[in-house]
């Protein structure tokens, strides 16, 4: 039941210390990256990976993705209801892996079918185990982060980034001219941190006092750059679903080729940052401020975006990759709260169902 939680999301983004800590164990020992079913060396033969995902998860496969690019492998990150119409040449060297929660998503099993018709080899990343998506994959990874009953997804979003950049790790070292993270030793150490900096972000969040604070507005922006990117698309879609106010996420950089437009006193925008690469949502930002929009900042203190912005949303510092992690659950709690107070349906919300069976 949700116990103490007035909703299943608010008990699932609570989770999150909890569920990660399943997600992290055993996985991340001594500097080094082990999946329980995944021997070193299985992906050696890879020379290319395609993520596949919808909605939530896709926005996990891009952070996953663009960690994978930037470890020097090939990578591209498709939607996967569009799989046919932006696919680049497929062969035996391809590995497409399906990122779905549910492990029942038609048009990502659809994607997958396609890819492997084409020679591809399949892995999954799933919440279910015994899930189509695990069953029909020629291998799966689970997120195990625990049943997730809100209609909204949340924890698994975190256990999914968190997989993927794990599993970016392996895939680095296995391949040829991969190259994994410099600073991997950090980076695991740091990732180990994760579930109590997250109880941290949950003990102190002010993000109830500023969702009452911009309830009326009329559209909610979301920005970021690189990991940012993803994420502020991720706040984006969860405000969406569960408040049914306008909400849309940005690429920093793209706010001035057009939806600048739109942009007034009565658009509050978030902007995500990290702490590593985020002069341009600094001055993104800073522009669209100077058109009336009120900033929030969601991020580590020690920055300078932060004092620029009007409010802040403050995340503990940690390594610059899970840093997003962290403004994302700001923004569950964003979102969340944003919709009680406006009394919607939180875990049921209109339209919508928990796993998309139908292309
Ligand atoms: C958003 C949400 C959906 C799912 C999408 C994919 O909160 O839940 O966007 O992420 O339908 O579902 P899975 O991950 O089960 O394939």
Redesign the pocket.
Known sequence: GKGEFDHYMLKEIYNQPSSLSNTIEGRANDGEVTFENLTEGTFSDVDAVQFV?????YHAAMYGGQLLRSAGVRTEVLRASEYESTTGPVDENTLVVA???????AD?LEAVREATSRGARSLAVTNVVGSTAARTADDAVYIRAGPEVG???TKTYSSQAVTLALLTQQIASDVPGGEPAADKAKLLESLRDLPEHVEEVLESSQAEAIARERLDSQSYFFIGHGLGHSVALEGA??FK?ITYEHAEGFASGQLKHGPLALVTDETPIFAVYSGRGDEKTKTNAIEARSRGAPIVAVGPDDHSLADAADTHLSVPDTHPVWAGLLANVQLQLVSYHAAKLLERPIDKPRNLAK??TVE
């Open positions: 995902a919808c909605g939530t998860s990122v779905t929660q549910s492990g029942e998503t990502t209609v909204a997804a879609l969860k679903e796993s998309v």
